[in-house]
């Protein structure tokens, strides 16, 4: 996502400067152009103002979304690192910070990743920043999006799809280069300031129909079995206990588990009336995935 925006607002003629961790092997993706990279860490303030000197906008992408193995990530990073990027944007005089949240804050059942970034964003709201905040649904493109790549791995490797609560769960799958177009619709947008914006997909779905499609695009039809929520949460509680008996690191947590059975199809009304945002249906995405094409020729 951010490679994406960061190139888009180069060729749009933005001067752009991309702040990444030491070491992030992402940057060398975007050297070139009018595209500037600094190394810095939005979880230590002092490495922040050279960042930010001059800049006008702020896109704020940086989080933590699986961390299994150490939770505290979450706080340290999407919230106490929010709170250190805005504090910084502030002194050095950006007009608007805009921050990409989650859909998940919205959850009735919420986890330590929902909580972190509604964490945040009381953190930009309290800034006194002019700001914008984006609630992204479930993010997919080929090759991309951490959680969506993790779903899709498991429809390739399973023999039987197991589905929590049979996958009624309905979600709103929203296509990177469709966040990107909404992203470019916000910095300095009158009608976008002090709003907290959905950014979901073109249609919703279950989750059920979400995996038979992307099966049915794969070639690889397969069984779909749901399981009820009791199994489920006793192999969450079984697998923590494991995990923490021996260091592990199940992918199958309690954020998995909230993530996998409550809906997260909201509307995006609000968008497409004040920014245009007119996301693709997922069916109509699917098609971009080609390399899950790949599949046939490359078997798990």
Known sequence: MGRRLAAALAERGHRVRVLCLPGDPAAASLQGGDIEIVRADITKRETLPAALDGVETVFHLAAVLLSPGNPQAFQAVNADGTRNLAEAAKTAGAKHFIYVSSISVEYPRSNAYARSKLRGEEWVKASG???TIVRPSLAYEDGGAIEFLGFVDHLRRAPVILLPQGGRALKSPV???DLVAGFLALPRNPLALGKTYVFSGGDAL????MA???LAYMGRPKPIVGVPAWICLLGVAALWARDKATGGKTAFTWQ??????????PSHQAAERDLGFRPRPFREGLATLVSLR???KNPP
């Open 206 to 209: 279950s989750l059920r129909e």
């Open 129 to 131: 920043l002019a700001y």
């Open 212 to 214: 038979r499609s992307l």
């Open 175 to 177: 296509h990177i280069e």
């Open 256 to 265: 998995t588990y909230t993530g996998l059975v409550q809906d997260a199809a």
């Open 294 to 296: 790949d599949c046939l």
